[in-house]
């Protein structure tokens, strides 16, 4: 077990004088954006963001043009310009298992036959393999109690087994990501099986990856004890997964990857800083805090059916009076989507089937009515009359939950998806030879005359 370092009575009063020094000397008058233009954010007054690049990886349409003005419309989602919606209903009337065939799409840029999906699935097996010892030497012995970091830490580490790491050609590069997509489902549920062992006592168990098995059938047989689960759980977590995989170049962890493969530097350390940007609670976090933002819901109203009672709730909610006090009713409103997130509209639809066949309709029809209620809460005590609407991460904190998978995994499945997406940004990163990414700074400090130290 490694030694724990760094608890909070290591903050002493000297460490707490400092801070407040340095957040003292750190202000920046806030008047001073606009005086100069700066778009905090990269992001425009009206939301928009800033132009940073071209990609042909995917499409956000969230306005239309009518009578000459950009005005908002339901949003849609396009994987290489395939309207996702076709994509997951062309996957679902088949009745069958599609992460790995848009992963391909994603990667290749265009859909594969039936034998390039074949030969597709085998290189992903083949490469579902971690290196000999690596879970007993990395993961098992350095458990973390949050999955993102022990995730990052073995991405990181898997540089060590890698015979050519930092070798940035195109053909390696790709076998790298692969491979990393591969592993990423035993990485995610092995770093859980060592904290839940370790930190928490409980029972370890390292299940292997069946060959035969999609990635959202590999997640669920390495998590459950016994291994089962259902055609439908494992259906449900496979469109989950297609629906995270990839937004866009303009988001927090897949800009990050962009910035971080512009410098030049290994696959390892590209996909390790976007993992770091996806933890975040502003970006991938964002469902883990839908779910806890529900418990405490279900602790404070009694009646769910009370329209009233939920109202006051969320009011409260905005007001700073309940939950964790930060004003925000988590899993409402995008950056992007106003109208409507086309993932969101797919998702409850699967979410609803499987809360009939779970028995979970009360918690469906409880999140149904906020889905309902929080807009006009939003509109009334925030003024906001453009529109707002739930998104991806309304419900998926619901679907795990009924998948008993454990919160802490929430976000690093989000990562075992979105993985497939900084994988073909790097790749188009690099085929495209870039120019390192480093937007300006605006310095408005003032010149100061050095004083010796004797006289300080």
């Given at each position: ?148 970091n022990s995730i990052a ?268 997406g900084w994988s073909a ?32």
């Amino acid at each position: 077990m490694a030694q724990i370092i760094g608890d909070y009575s290591d903050i002493t009063p000297e460490i707490h004088s400092l801070a407040q020094k340095m957040a003292k000397n750190s202000i920046i008058d806030s008047n001073l954006y606009s005086k100069y233009d700066v778009k905090r954010g990269l992001r425009d007054l009206d939301g928009k963001g800033v132009l940073t690049g071209l990609t042909d990886i995917s499409t956000i349409k969230q306005n239309k043009l009518v009578d000459g003005k950009l005005v908002p419309c339901d949003g849609e989602l396009y994987y290489r310009g395939y309207n996702v919606i076709d994509l997951i209903s062309g996957i679902t009337d088949d009745d069958r298992f599609g992460f790995e065939e848009v992963v391909y799409l994603l990667l290749f840029g265009e859909m594969p036959n039936q034998q390039q999906l074949k030969d597709f699935k085998d290189l992903i097996v083949r490469y579902r393999t971690l290196p000999q010892n690596f879970v007993r030497d990395v993961i098992l012995k350095a458990p973390s109690e949050d999955m993102m970091n022990s995730i990052a830490r073995s991405v990181l580490t898997l540089f060590c087994y890698d015979k050519n790491p930092n070798d940035t050609s195109i053909e390696n590069v790709l076998r790298q990501c692969i491979q990393l997509i591969s592993v990423f489902p035993m990485l995610t549920v092995y770093g859980y099986h060592a904290f839940n062992h370790y930190l928490r006592d409980k029972s370890l168990y390292i299940h292997r990856a069946e060959p035969t098995m999609s990635t959202a059938e590999v997640i669920l047989s390495l998590l459950r004890p016994d291994r089962k689960y259902t055609p439908l759980e494992a259906k449900v977590l496979d469109m989950a997964l297609i629906l995270h995989m990839e937004h866009g170049g303009g988001n927090n962890s897949t800009f990050t990857a962009h910035v971080v493969t512009s410098s030049g530097t290994d696959t390892y350390s590209a996909i390790a800083a976007a993992l770091s940007s996806l933890k975040g609670p502003k970006h991938g976090g964002a469902n883990v805090k839908v779910y806890y933002m529900f418990e405490d819901l279900k602790h404070n109203v009694k009646d769910w059916n009370d329209d009233d009672a939920l109202t006051e709730y969320l009011e409260k909610l905005l007001d700073k009076k309940a939950f964790d006090r930060n004003g925000l009713i988590y899993g409402m409103g995008h950056a992007v989507y106003t109208i409507s997130d086309p993932r969101q509209i797919i998702l409850k639809d699967a979410v609803k089937k499987l809360a009939e066949a779970e028995g979970y309709d009360a918690e469906f029809n409880l999140y149904e009515r906020v889905e309902r209620l929080a807009p006009q809460v939003i509109a009334r005590k925030r003024k906001i009359y453009k529109g707002v609407a739930a998104n991806v991460d309304f419900y998926s904190g619901l679907l795990y939950s009924m998948l008993d998978i454990p919160c802490e995994l929430y976000t690093p499945l989000f990562a075992t998806a979105r993985i497939a997406g900084w994988s073909a940004h790097r790749m188009e990163e690099l085929v495209n030879s870039g120019k390192i990414i480093r937007p300006a700074y605006m310095s408005i400090s003032t010149e100061k005359k050095y004083t010796e130290l004797k006289n300080r």
